[in-house]
C-alpha cells in the first residue's frame, strides 16, 4: 500500500500542468491518455481569453475483485491544477456505484472501493468526476469522465453446460475414430491472465478413449473395440483453466459412449444335425418344427434367411423365418405316408440378409445344419382309389340291378376290414343301396330321367377295428333316357289363313319338343297324316332342321263356306324305338287386305245379312258422331248471340273502347238511340244498376273546381260525372265515358235540326260559306236547295 501511494504521488508531481489528473498505479500497456486544452479564467493572474494546456489524463482505474482486506481497497487519486493545497476545493463522485460502492475525499480526492466486488456480475464502472469551489459553490472545471475497472481473478472453475453427454460410435471403428466433441466455459476474463484458459484430460475411460486437451474431441483410442464383448463405456472428463498448472480450478463431465452394431458376426447353427419326429396324419401347410441359427449382432444386421438346400426329400417340406424369434419354421408341403417312406434327410441354410462388404474377408456369412425328419406311423382311416365316382344307369332299370361299385383300403400296416354305407340325407337316397362289405351300388326304386336327371349323394367307409376313423366319397349318378315320349308341336295348335291367299303360301313355321333328353340331339320329321294327304286345302313342307311349314293349296279361301280347318300333322323322333305322335292344328280363314294383314276373324252375324263390314259400321257412327256436335255448337252460338253484346260474362272488361260503324235511320228512327240527350242536357236519365259488374262499396263523389265559361257543358260533364261517382257498379279502374252533346253558345249553332224552332224554309245557310274550305260541300248542299225552294222570295 505505501508503495502505491508514492506512486501515485510521483505521477501527481510529474503531471502537475494538468487542471484534473486522476492518479492509479497500473501496468504500462493498460493506460490510456489523452492530451487536453481548456480555457482557465483565475481573477487577478491571467486574462479571459488566454489558454492554459492541461497535461494527460488518465482515464482508467483498476480494482481487484473480491477483496479481502479490512480497509477500504484504495482505488486512485484526483487532483486539480487550481488545487493550492489550502483547502478551497473541493471533489465530487457521481455515475456508477458513487456513494455505494465508490467514495472520494473531497479535500484530497482520494477514491476507495468500500466492498468486495465481482467482475463476472459487474466488469466496469463509469464515473463522472468535478472539482468545486468551497466558497462559491462552483465548478473550477468541467466534469471529467473515467471508468474503474475490476480486475479479474481465478475465482470461477470450468462448467461443462452440456453435460453429461451421450454419444456413440460403431464398433470394430479404427483409432482416431471421432466420437463427440465437449466444450467446457470458465466466466473468468479470457483477456487477463490464465484464469480462462482451459485444457481437458480423461480421468476414466482409458485405455479406450483419448482427448484433444485443447478442442475437447474425444476419439477411439483402441482398434476393434467389439460390442459383442462390451457396449457400454463410460468416460469421465476434466476441464481445469489455469492452462492446466498448478492450483487452477477444474469441473467434470460424464460422456455415456455405446457401440452401435455392425454385421461382422455370420449365423451359426449350435448344432450340426436336428432331428424331428412328425406324425404321418400331419397337414399340409402345418408347421411340423423349429430350427434356430444364432448370431450375436443386433437389429437387422441379425435378421437371417432360411433355405432348404435342393436334395433328398427337400421337396416335401419348406421353410419360413419367424420375424419375432429369427427361427426357420419347417412345414409340410406334401402329406406324409409312413408306409410309403418312413424318413426324410436335408440339409437347411441359414444366411444374413444385410451384409457388410467390410467384414467379407471374415468368411462367408451363413451355415449349414442337416435336418432329419421320422415319420410316426398312425392309424388312418381308409382311403377310396378314387376321389370322386361317376356312373351311369338307364331310367326304369329294374329294382335291385348293380350299376357300380366303390372301393378303400387300410393303409396301415395291420390291414384292417372295411364296411361302407351311404350317407343319408335326404329322401332322395333312398333310390339306392350299397352292399356293405363290397361297396356294390344297386337301384332300390324304378328311375324317371324326366323327374330327376341325376344323383348325388356321398358314400362313407369306416375300419372294422375302429369304426371311428372314416372317410367319404362322393358319387354322382346319371339317368340315361330311354326313348318313352313321343314329339308334340311346341307352338300353338291354332293359326290363320287369308281369304286372298296364294297356294305355296306359307302360314306357318312349327317346331317340336321332345320330353325325352338323346346325349346326341333329337331329330323330327314333320308329314301330313294319311287322311289328310288327300285334302286340296293345306301341306306339310318338312325344312329337315326340325322345323316345318304349313302352307296353302288353294288360290284363296271363303268364311261364308267353311271358317275353321282341321289339319293332322304327324311328328317323329330319331331314337329308338321310334315315337310319334299326331298334332290337330286349326287353321281359321281371316279377311286380310292387299298386304295380308288381318282385318276379321269373326262373323258379323248381324249385319252379315246386309252386307255391311265392321268398318262401314264405324264409319256410320263416327258421321252421327259429327252431327250431333254440329247441332250442338250451332244452339250454342244461337243462345250467345241473345245475351248483352256489351257485357257477355263475368270477365273483366278495362278500358275498352267500342267502336259502332251503325249511322243510324236518320231523324225518323227514333229506336236506335235515345235523343232526349242532344234535345235538352238537363234531362238525366235514372241511375241503372250495371249488370256486368258486382256492385261494390259505394264511393263519395269527387268535388271538382267550377269553370267559369261554358256553362251548359261544364253541368252536363258534371251530372255525367256524378252519376258515375255514385254508381256502385262503376269498375275500380279507369274507364273511358264518350257523351254526344255538342254544347250550347257555338258560332254556328247548333247544325241539328232537332229541337229547331223554326221550319227548314226559315233556314239561311249563306253563313256556311264563312267557315271555310272545310265546310264548303255543307254550304253547296244547302244553297242548292235554297235555290231551288220556291217559296223563297229573291
Not at 484526483?78 to 465508490?102: C, E, P
Not at 332299370?397 to 393303409?411: E, K, N, S
Request: proline content about 6%; glycine content about 6%.
Amino acid at each position: 500500500m505505501l508503495t502505491r501511494n508514492c506512486l501515485s504521488l510521483l505521477l501527481w508531481v510529474l503531471f502537475d500542468g494538468g487542471l484534473l489528473t486522476p492518479l492509479h498505479p497500473q501496468p504500462q500497456q493498460n493506460l490510456e491518455a489523452e492530451p487536453r486544452e481548456n480555457v482557465v479564467q483565475v481573477p487577478g493572474r491571467r486574462s479571459s481569453a488566454q489558454r492554459v494546456k492541461r497535461g494527460w489524463v488518465w482515464n482508467q482505474f483498476f480494482v481487484l475483485e473480491e477483496y479481502m482486506g479490512s480497509e477500504p481497497q484504495y482505488v486512485g487519486k484526483l487532483h486539480s491544477d487550481l488545487d493550492k493545497g489550502v483547502g478551497t476545493v473541493k471533489y465530487t463522485l457521481s455515475g456508477d456505484g458513487a456513494g455505494t460502492v465508490f467514495t472520494i475525499d473531497e479535500t484530497t480526492g482520494d477514491i476507495h472501493a468500500i466492498r468486495s466486488l465481482d467482475r463476472e456480475e459487474k466488469p466496469f464502472y463509469t464515473l463522472r468526476a468535478q472539482a468545486v469551489d468551497v466558497d462559491t459553490k462552483k465548478p473550477l472545471e468541467p466534469e471529467s469522465e473515467f471508468i474503474i475497472k475490476v480486475q479479474d481473478i481465478n475465482d470461477n472453475e470450468p462448467k461443462f453446460l452440456d453435460g453429461p453427454y451421450v454419444a456413440s460410435v460403431p464398433e470394430m471403428s479404427p483409432v482416431g475414430a471421432y466420437v463427440l466433441q465437449v466444450k467446457a466455459t470458465d466466466a473468468d476474463d479470457p483477456t487477463y491472465g490464465n484464469s480462462a484458459r482451459v485444457v481437458y484430460s480423461i480421468l476414466q475411460g482409458q485405455p479406450y478413449f483419448s482427448i484433444d486437451p485443447k478442442t475437447g474431441v474425444i476419439r477411439t483410442a483402441l482398434p476393434n473395440m467389439d460390442r459383442e464383448v462390451k457396449e457400454q463405456y463410460q468416460v469421465l472428463i476434466q476441464a481445469k483453466d489455469m492452462g492446466g498448472q498448478l492450483g487452477g480450478l477444474a469441473g467434470t463431465t460424464t460422456v455415456n459412449i455405446t457401440l452401435t452394431d455392425v454385421n461382422d458376426n455370420p449365423p451359426r447353427f449350435p448344432k450340426s444335425i436336428f432331428h424331428l419326429k412328425v406324425p404321418e396324419s400331419s397337414h399340409v401347410g402345418s408347421a411340423i418344427g423349429r430350427i434356430r441359427a444364432v448370431d450375436p449382432d443386433f437389429g437387422q444386421n441379425a435378421e437371417i434367411e432360411y433355405n432348404i438346400v435342393p436334395g433328398d426329400g427337400g421337396n416335401l417340406f419348406d421353410i419360413t423365418t419367424d420375424e419375432n424369434t429369427q427361427e426357420g419354421v419347417i412345414k409340410l408341403k406334401k402329406p406324409l405316408d409312413f408306409e410309403t417312406k418312413k424318413a426324410y434327410t436335408f440339409k437347411v441354410e441359414a444366411s444374413n440378409l444385410h451384409l457388410d462388404h467390410r467384414f467379407h474377408s471374415v468368411g462367408p456369412f451363413k451355415d449349414t445344419a442337416t435336418v432329419k425328419i421320422n415319420v410316426l406311423d398312425m392309424d388312418e382311416p381308409p382311403v377310396f382309389s378314387k376321389p370322386t365316382y361317376t356312373m351311369e344307369v338307364y331310367e326304369d332299370t329294374p329294382v335291385g340291378t348293380i350299376i357300380g361299385a366303390v372301393t378303400a383300403q387300410d393303409l396301415d400296416a395291420g390291414s384292417s376290414s372295411v364296411r361302407y354305407f351311404i350317407d343319408w340325407k335326404n329322401d332322395v337316397d333312398n333310390y339306392f343301396t350299397i352292399d356293405a362289405t363290397e361297396g356294390t351300388i344297386a337301384t332300390n326304386e324304378l328311375l324317371d330321367r324326366e323327374s330327376t336327371a341325376q344323383y348325388n349323394f356321398s358314400i362313407i367307409a369306416s375300419k372294422v377295428s375302429n369304426p371311428l376313423l372314416t372317410s367319404k366319397v362322393n358319387v354322382i349318378i346319371n339317368v340315361l333316357d330311354v326313348n318313352e315320349f313321343p314329339p308334340e308341336i311346341s307352338v300353338p295348335y291354332e293359326t290363320s289363313v287369308c281369304e286372298n291367299a296364294k297356294p305355296g303360301q306359307v302360314i306357318q313355321t312349327v317346331t317340336a319338343a321332345d320330353k325325352d333328353l338323346s346325349p346326341a340331339g333329337q331329330r323330327f320329321s314333320f308329314r301330313l297324316s294319311a287322311e289328310a294327304s288327300n285334302k286340296p286345302n293345306f301341306t306339310v313342307h318338312d325344312y329337315r332342321n326340325n322345323t316345318a311349314g304349313i302352307e296353302t293349296r288353294r288360290n284363296g279361301y271363303n268364311r261364308r263356306q267353311q271358317e275353321l280347318y282341321f289339319l293332322p300333322v304327324v311328328i317323329e323322333d330319331s331314337s329308338y324305338p321310334v315315337q310319334s305322335s299326331t298334332n290337330t292344328m286349326t287353321i281359321r280363314v281371316c279377311r286380310c287386305d292387299s298386304d295380308g294383314t288381318i282385318l276379321s276373324c269373326n262373323v258379323e252375324a248381324i249385319f252379315l245379312p246386309v252386307g255391311l263390314s265392321t268398318g262401314a259400321l264405324i264409319a256410320i257412327l263416327l258421321c252421327i258422331v259429327i252431327l250431333l256436335v254440329i247441332v250442338v255448337l250451332y244452339v250454342a252460338l244461337r243462345r250467345q248471340k241473345k245475351k248483352d253484346t256489351l257485357m257477355t260474362s263475368k270477365e273483366d272488361i278495362r278500358d275498352n273502347v267500342i267502336h259502332y260503324d251503325d249511322e243510324g235511320g236518320g231523324e225518323e228512327d227514333t229506336q236506335a238511340f235515345d235523343i232526349g240527350a242532344l234535345r235538352n242536357p238537363k234531362v238525366i236519365e235514372d241511375n241503372k244498376i250495371r249488370r256486368d259488374i258486382k256492385p261494390d262499396t259505394l264511393r263519395f263523389p269527387r268535388q271538382r273546381p267550377p269553370v267559369e265559361d261554358n256553362t251548359d257543358i261544364r253541368n252536363f260533364i258534371n251530372q255525367r260525372l256524378q252519376e258515375n261517382d255514385v254508381d256502385p257498379t262503376a269498375p275500380p279502374y279507369d274507364s273511358l265515358a264518350t257523351y254526344a252533346y255538342e254544347g250550347n253558345g257555338s258560332v254556328a249553332e247548333s247544325l241539328s235540326s232537332i229541337d229547331s224552332l223554326t221550319t227548314e224554309a226559315d233556314q239561311d245557310y249563306d253563313y256556311l260559306n264563312d267557315w271555310g274550305p272545310r265546310f264548303k260541300i255543307l254550304a253547296d248542299m244547302f244553297g242548292e236547295e235554297e235555290s231551288y225552294n220556291p217559296d223563297k222570295v229573291t
